[in-house]
DNA sequence: TCGAATAAATTGTCCTACAATCTTCAATTG
DNA sequence: CAATTGAAGATTGTAGGACAATTTATTCGA
């Protein structure tokens, strides 16, 4: 009787919606790390029987959101610090590599359009309006994966984006951090802009790993 | 009574066993890429219901060694080169980030194992005997991966190896090439013995791409 | 032989059922 | 009173039947 808006399919099957909803509610945290994920619930919430759901749990599995006890059901997955830094690791490595390729093959367009991203963080900054950093950030983070032109490298890298969401280390941006961070951000784009891919290749990883450090930092870690 | 395969239900489900039981016949070349895959099939084959078939089916299609297209089924996924050229690419950046790592904290027991493979493979080419050589190549090369002690690198890299298993470009592996790559793992070794990253890391990545290359020239590709 | 009509097979989903296991919570015991 | 036990109750894991929607195979007619 329930969720009639999920009529959409046909091009989409249903566990296919369901994973996406699922995975939505726990990135937004109304599903916490730890907490269990109930079928029942589930079934009730969406509508369906507990087949398309399971089948949806299995594929969040494998996408590192939820972990799976036999016989206990599933969790969000919780993430240790130590994990998150481990993540960091390899996001670096793999967005160092969508640095090289973009800087193999960047468009006119698309360079522009980075520099676009840039110059709003730089507003964004002025204005200290970190909301507004955040998204221009995220967006441009995703569009030089996304121009890679490596699907199997965007699919690991949001892969990873996503599992980090699970660390809400909850680490407001300061001004401070935003500068440097954009800072990296300029460096990157016109390593881009100058088709010089091992600079490239280099700011990128550079930014990430800087990254990594201030959140660890953040979190009293090394 | 208690059989060891009602043991395995204890600590890994059934869907997980059919998964891996699944891959394995896709590894093996049983299943071949392009192939329909049939759930009927797979109940009589595993003397299960289609719930845990479907089950397993999700968990492996996010691990990229199917694709399910609705109302048609699944289907053993088929690399075009482009997007084993892709993987490769990616394979290059993580395997670089496992030497690093693994130059930073290699014992000098792993040390020595990593040593003993590369000896083992000069052997096998001295001998001319291919799978030796093979299978000692793999062992190296997991033995990196896993020792880097880094989780997600290592289940991102391990798909990877899994994906690449269905480009069977059949590249007969010739004495040349083999001697090619053994001189590639020796540098990757002593990048590693003398606790260099920066070396590990470039001696791994250009083992990676040297592959790839010897591969795409064996295709008849660039 | 070709194409359309028909039959068969397959997928996607729901439902009910039930054993195995886990969780809860209250009664019992030390 | 705290800890333990143990019986309900809940939940997961799996089976199996059912059926609409869709795809694939087969047959038949032109």
Known sequence: MPTPEIELLKSRSLPMLIEEEIQRVILSG???????INEKELTLRFGTS??????????????????????????????????????????????????????????????????????????????????????????????????????????????????LQLYRARNLMLVDSMQVSNREHHEMVEAIAARDPDRAQAAHMAHVMSAKHRLMANAGLS
């Open 30 to 36: 109304q599903y916490a790390p730890g907490d269990r």
């Open 50 to 163: 507990r087949g398309p759901i399971r089948e949806a749990l299995r594929s969040l599995e494998s996408s590192g959101l939820i972990e799976q006890i036999p016989n206990r059901g599933v969790f969000v997955r919780r993430l240790t610090p130590q994990q998150a830094a481990e993540i960091y690791d390899v996001r670096a490595f793999l967005f160092a590599l969508a640095g090289r390729l973009l800087a193999m093959r960047a468009s006119e367009a698309e360079i522009a359009t980075l520099r676009g991203f840039v110059t709003a963080m730089d507003d964004a900054i002025a204005a200290d309006d970190t909301d507004r950093y955040l998204r221009e950030n995220f967006a441009l983070h995703e569009f030089i994966v996304a121009h890679a032109a490596n699907p199997v490298l965007a699919s690991q890298y949001l892969s990873l984006i996503k599992q």
